[in-house]
């Protein structure tokens, strides 16, 4: 209830329009209303008199009437689908916006199939709710209070049939109602986990197709498929069951008016056309309550999407700006770790625990450790991309919670242990880490990162297109870019997590040549689970479950670290070629 109060504050701006489509509305109602006593009239006048002139008129001030409806109707029709349709993309651009702030550990919580059900049809529902609350919410109750006015003036005779039959109908559509707002929550979930299924499977289909699990992950798809099938079907079933219900109901009131009706006209104390307009006006109320609890469905079932709407619009941002940024100088790039813990799940086990080492601005440090020990999350917490449970990051000497975030991420160039790229061309690519990088600047980055060859192979070069996850390159020419992207930043600090997994030994060493030669003056991290990749870092660290086992050169380290010796010796027959 609260969430749907919050989300309505997104109508303010459009009241106006969203005003006038139930006044539209009322002219089309007032019509269709006018509709059966004119009949009437035209039966229990025009023809039982015989006067043809007066069947005519009022066969004209039918058709009148009729056109105004249909005015009526297109008006509000229009209104309710501008203001809908304006209420729901102001939702989705705050809903995204918010969703652009979210920290890693945010989007974690969510998962982003079910961001992706928000933003899509979650909305949707809102919108329909939205239009059609103004159209028939107010069609809805008009005619059938309209309805139900008429009838107490023109035929009080069979108004007994009323008392009995409405009630029995509102009981129906409260109860379903009810229970269909519970179901379509359902559904909803449901339709979070395909959403889920089909991103990772679009994400992963080449992997499914190398290892032949297509049956296996059909399988997959069709249980998470089935649920939101057998969901969907109860939810629909029942809003569709409710129409004969209520037809039914109707069809009873319609005998006892025609029973009650012949009665009276027997006894001469009622007209044919009042009983004929009865009869109409009953339907009319039916189609106006049927139409009513079409619309509470929908609001029912608008409920759990504004729910979830406002759980995203209010989640609080984990990494936010500090309140007072500290103002600093140029950025040189001395990094410290200050006794840090950390843990993905708060209270959970630590990822890292008490972890204090020193960078100096322009040194190099290299990270190594086994799968899973914590090497990639120690270097996403510099950026602030997760924050310490305990303990702090300096970055010359002033802790990254009280830097501008701005600041702070333009500081760095990031190359994630997976190369991301975006379509678009490479020249887009690369700006994305420098928006206004000369052609030279983007010359000299691909250069560095051992990225020119292939792109000078393309015909159109910078321009050339990249598809959807770039997969129209190979896994090496991927990382190359992604380095590329980060270089043209020319960061402070530059971190390059297990980014030459995928280049040959011989590229390897031409971007650490390129590091060595234009970046001196930048704080590099590399991580790596080659040796070679990082022996001749000014500083190693060796991370063993989120604890610095060791660290020193790797001289020092040969000497001190049994750890670090045991992968020198099993890597040792490259680690010879390369010193
Ligand atoms: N987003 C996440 N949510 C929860 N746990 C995570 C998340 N990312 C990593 N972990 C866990 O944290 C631990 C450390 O992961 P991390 O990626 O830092 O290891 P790593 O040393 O970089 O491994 P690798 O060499 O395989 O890349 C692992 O146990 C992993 O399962």
Sequence with gaps: MNAMRKLLHYLKPYTFIAILSPLFMCVEVVMDLLQPTIMQKVIDTGIANEDHAYVIKLGLFML?????????????????????VSFSTDIRRDVFK??????????????????????????????????????????GPLLFIGSVV??????????PVLLVSIPILLVFIYFFSVKSGKLFSHVQKAMDQVNTKLQEMLAGIRVIKAFDRNEYEKGHFKMVNDTLMKRSMTAEQLVLTLMPIMMFVVNLGIIAGLWMGVIKVNEGTLQVGVILAFINYLNIMMNGLMSSSHVLMQIARSFPSADRIVQVLETKIEITEPEQPSKMDEIRGDVEFREVHFSYSKNGE????????KANAGQTIGIIGSTGSGKSTLVKLIPR?????????????????????????????????????????IEDNLRFGKEDATIEQMEYA??????????HRFDDQFEHTLLQGATNLSGGQKQRLSMARAFIREPKILILDDSTSAIDALSEAAVQQALKGAYTNTTVFIISLKISSIMDADQILVIEDGIIEAAGTHNELLASSKIYREIYLSQSGRVVENV
């Design 350 to 357: 630590y990822v890292l625990t008490n972890l204090s080492f």
């Design 446 to 455: 691909a250069q560095s990162a051992a990225a020119s060859e292939f792109i």
């Design 150 to 159: 008429i009838v107490w003036f023109t035929a009080r005779e069979l108004f």
């Design 64 to 84: 009148l009437s009729a056109i105004i409806g249909l005015i009526g109707g297109a008006g509000s029709s229009i209104y309710a689908a501008r203001t809908a």
């Design 385 to 425: 991309l997760y924050d310490p449970d305990s303990g702090d990051i300096f970055i010359d000497g002033v802790n990254v919670k009280e830097m501008p975030l701005e600041k702070l991420r333009t500081a760095i160039g990031f190359v994630p242990q997976k190369a991301l790229l975006f379509s678009g061309s």
């Design 98 to 139: 918010k969703t652009e702030q979210f920290s890693n550990g945010n989007i974690d919580s969510f998962g982003s199939g079910k961001l992706i059900t928000i933003l899509t049809n979650d909305i949707t529902t809102m919108q329909q709710a939205v239009i059609m609350t103004l159209r028939i919410f107010v069609r």
